[in-house]
């Protein structure tokens, strides 16, 4: 593949670590969320044997195949979403608490007016509400002291992970 | 890809002697789905935070979907970088949209910062 073309088939591979870290439970949750990566590694592995078995036909095909074999994941994503729940953290944002305890039952497959859901419920508005004590964030606040030095720090290891190839 | 390389040359004949797109072009191929991402990325906290994270990813599928159908229909540059474009912008909503927030949610929980970090 000496081109510049599909070599992003793994890209369409994303089970989504906000969404994921906001649903899973506790216990579980670190593993789930690392899964992000290990996918993308897969995904990258098909890409290359998709590749590697339509670069030389000698038609359309040869771009065609591994690009739109990325529609796949992307459906996959989308309809998967279509029958989940939204997240309790994001309805507890939106003071929707009614449906972020019926979210919560659904993904924890108990009852609403379970304990465990109450004490997780409460967690998680702790969590928010602590939050909004810290204040609103924005992008520029990355470019100012003292986060900017951190911002670069970050930036500059992300570069040098790059350059190594 | 020799097909390929036929098909979207402007006239450009490579080292081998086959037509090829330009190493400018190549770049230009190559880079601009970073572009979308970059840009996917910054958009993705506002769509989320202002649709839901299930809607928004729901919708960023379908900004990657535009961009795939774009360049698979593609038989020329132009088409072509525009797909990889939309395809880098779903791709920088998607994986954006979950980056940056397993710190922040998990560090209230204590250790798990580490854990979940990817």
Same mark, same amino acid.
């Given at each position: 593949?000496?081109?510049?073309?599909?070599?992003?088939?793994?890209?369409?591979?994303?089970?989504?670590?906000?969404?994921?870290?906001?649903?899973?439970?506790?216990?579980?949750?670190?593993?789930?969320?690392?899964?992000?990566?290990?996918?993308?590694?897969?995904?990258?592995?098909?890409?290359?044997?998709?590749?590697?078995?339509?670069?030389?036909?000698?038609?359309?095909?040869?771009?065609?195949?591994?690009?739109?074999?990325?529609?796949?994941?992307?459906?996959?994503?989308?309809?998967?979403?279509?029958?989940?729940?939204?997240?309790? +953290?994001? !309805?507890?944002?939106?003071?929707? =608490?009614?449906? *972020?305890? &019926? $979210?919560?039952? #659904?993904? +924890?497959? !108990?009852?609403?007016?379970?304990? =465990?859901?109450? *004490?997780? &419920? $409460?967690?998680? #508005?702790?969590?928010?509400?602590?939050?909004?004590?810290?204040?609103?964030?924005?992008?520029?606040?990355?470019? #100012?002291?003292?986060?900017?030095?951190?911002?670069?720090?970050?930036?500059?290891?992300?570069?040098?992970?790059?350059?190594?190839? | 890809?020799?097909?390929?390389?036929?098909?979207?040359?402007?006239?450009?004949?490579?080292?081998?002697?086959?037509?090829?797109?330009?190493?400018?072009?190549?770049?230009?191929?190559?880079?601009?789905?970073?572009?979308?991402?970059?840009?996917?990325?910054?958009?993705?906290?506002?769509?989320?935070?202002?649709?839901?994270?299930?809607?928004?990813?729901?919708?960023?599928?379908?900004?990657?979907?535009?961009?795939?159908?774009?360049?698979?229909?593609?038989?020329?540059?132009?088409?072509?970088?525009?797909?990889?474009?939309?395809?880098?912008?779903?791709?920088?909503?998607?994986?954006?949209?979950?980056?940056?927030?397993?710190?922040?949610?998990?560090?209230?929980?204590?250790?798990?910062?580490?854990?979940?970090?990817?």
């Amino acid at each position: 593949m000496a081109t510049a073309s599909p070599k992003h088939l793994a890209d369409g591979l994303g089970p989504v670590p906000l969404y994921q870290s906001e649903t899973a439970p506790k216990w579980i949750r670190g593993f789930i969320v690392s899964a992000y990566q290990w996918a993308i590694t897969i995904g990258l592995l098909l890409a290359a044997l998709v590749n590697n078995a339509t670069a030389n036909r000698d038609d359309s095909g040869s771009y065609r195949i591994p690009i739109a074999v990325q529609l796949a994941w992307s459906l996959i994503l989308f309809f998967g979403m279509v029958f989940l729940p939204e997240t309790p +953290r994001f !309805l507890i944002k939106k003071d929707n =608490a009614d449906k *972020a305890a &019926l $979210a919560l039952s #659904r993904l +924890r497959r !108990l009852p609403v007016d379970h304990e =465990a859901i109450a *004490a997780e &419920l $409460a967690e998680v #508005r702790a969590t928010h509400e602590f939050e909004m004590t810290l204040g609103k964030g924005s992008y520029m606040d990355c470019l #100012r002291p003292p986060i900017l030095k951190r911002q670069l720090t970050g930036m500059g290891l992300q570069a040098l992970q790059q350059l190594t190839g | 890809m020799p097909y390929w390389q036929q098909l979207f040359s402007t006239g450009y004949i490579d080292a081998n002697g086959n037509p090829n797109v330009t190493p400018s072009q190549e770049s230009a191929i190559v880079s601009i789905l970073s572009a979308g991402t970059f840009f996917g990325a910054l958009c993705s906290p506002f769509l989320s935070d202002y649709v839901g994270r299930r809607m928004g990813l729901m919708i960023s599928t379908w900004v990657f979907n535009l961009g795939v159908v774009l360049h698979t229909a593609a038989t020329a540059i132009p088409m072509f970088l525009a797909g990889r474009f939309f395809a880098g912008l779903g791709v920088g909503l998607i994986s954006a949209m979950g980056k940056w927030m397993p710190h922040v949610v998990t560090s209230n929980h204590g250790n798990r910062l580490t854990k979940a970090s990817c």
